[in-house]
């Protein structure tokens, strides 16, 4: 079936302006994490959630952040007045236990 | 956020040589998992492990969980011009600490015809 996905795959914004990067799970999976990604370094835990629920947000790095998942499928994350520390690759992984997870494309952000 | 200790950080390699790749932490681990990253595309996951000492084998890849828990390794036979990429390894802590997945810092490969 089909795999991970991201939209938008790149987006520009200035600074101060909010953003919503979205993801949509494999079909079924249970579990859907965030993370960030910065060039030349491993992705960087930001949360996760199990069905709806957000188990786990303290890799997120300050209050700007935010992400949701109301359905316990398709998930939202949120940068509030984006700073231009903010620019990074943006992944989302989903998995149907808890110890394994598949890679969407990533949404790259840059913050002008 | 943490990260593991991923070595070698690059490897420049001849093709049909062996290669080998460990990753190392301070904190114990449920689950390892090893990942591949093509430039551009997201981490493909290609081998998980789930119990300490395990050995599993995918194709050419091999990849062990050290008896630990602190590290794991992975290699990769007669090396071929598609292993080039970035190798990530991930490792989980127990549910007790949380279900967080550690990403190690990354081995470049590059395979030279």
């Known amino acids: 079936g089909a795999g991970v996905s991201q939209s938008p795959r790149y987006k520009v914004t200035k600074r101060g302006q909010d953003v919503a990067l979205r993801c949509d799970p494999i079909?079924?999976?249970?579990?859907l994490y965030w993370y960030r990604q910065a060039l030349g370094q491993g992705p960087e835990f930001l949360t996760y959630f199990n069905y709806e629920a957000q188990q786990d947000k303290s890799g997120l790095p300050n209050d700007r952040f935010s992400a949701e998942r109301p359905e316990g499928s398709i998930s939202t994350l949120t940068i509030q007045r984006t700073e231009q520390r903010d620019s990074a690759m943006y992944r989302c992984?989903?998995?149907?236990?808890?110890?394994?997870?598949?890679f969407g494309p990533g949404t790259r952000l840059t913050v002008l | 956020g943490q990260q593991l200790n991923q070595s070698p950080q690059s490897m420049f390699i001849q093709e049909g040589e062996d290669v080998s790749m460990n990753c190392t932490s301070s904190?114990?681990?449920?689950?390892w998992l090893w990942y591949k990253q093509d430039p551009g595309e997201g981490p493909v996951l290609l081998i998980a492990?789930?119990?300490?000492?395990e050995l599993t084998s995918n194709g050419r890849l091999t990849a062990q969980f050290g008896i630990t828990r602190k590290d794991s390794f992975l290699n990769i036979s007669a090396s071929i011009p598609s292993d080039v990429g970035i190798y990530f390894c991930a490792g989980q802590k127990p549910p007790n600490t949380g279900n967080q997945f550690y990403f190690g810092t990354g081995t470049s490969l590059t395979v030279i015809p």
């Open positions: 079909s079924g999976h249970v579990s």
């Open positions: 492990l789930y119990k300490a000492g």
């Open positions: 992984a989903s998995s149907s236990r808890t110890d394994t997870q598949y």
């Open positions: 904190s114990i681990f449920n689950t």
